[in-house]
Nanobody, 115 residues
Framework: QVLPAESGGGLVQSGSTLRLSCAAASSVFNRLAMGWYRQAPGKQRELVASITKSGITTYDESVEGRFTISKDSATNTVDLRMNSLKPDDTAVYYC?????????WGQGTQVTVSA
């Protein structure tokens, strides 16, 4: 199975903006919904945003109003625009379907936000 390829992370200052992108295999992208997840050091991986096939979005309360998830069905890509980044957003970010396919976790992309 082709794993998702996440990109766009980096080291930024608090208040900055980053745009993450994920290219997923059709077998993952065409499931019920796609999601962006993150895992901070010492913490469990958590869902931060999801988008259904019809475009309905949901967000964790910690990112509501700051993050925007979007998708392009023509290219099987899912993006996450992250505004007003905070140090608490520091984590490795992954994309996967929602619910996730256990065998479809990619390498993720590191986001580090300095104070």
């Amino acid at each position: 199975q082709v794993l998702p390829a996440e990109s766009g992370g980096g080291l930024v200052q608090s208040g900055s903006t980053l745009r993450l992108s994920c290219a997923a295999a059709s077998s993952v992208f065409n499931r019920l919904a796609m999601g962006w997840y993150r895992q901070a050091p010492g913490k469990q991986r958590e869902l931060v945003a999801s988008i259904t096939k019809s475009g309905i979005t949901t967000y964790d309360e910690s990112v509501e109003g700051r993050f925007t998830i979007s998708k392009d069905s023509a290219t099987n890509t899912v993006d996450l625009r992250m505004n007003s980044l905070k140090p608490d957003d520091t984590a490795v970010y992954y994309c996967n379907s929602f619910p996730p396919v256990v065998t479809a976790w990619g390498q993720g992309t590191q986001v580090t936000v300095s104070a």
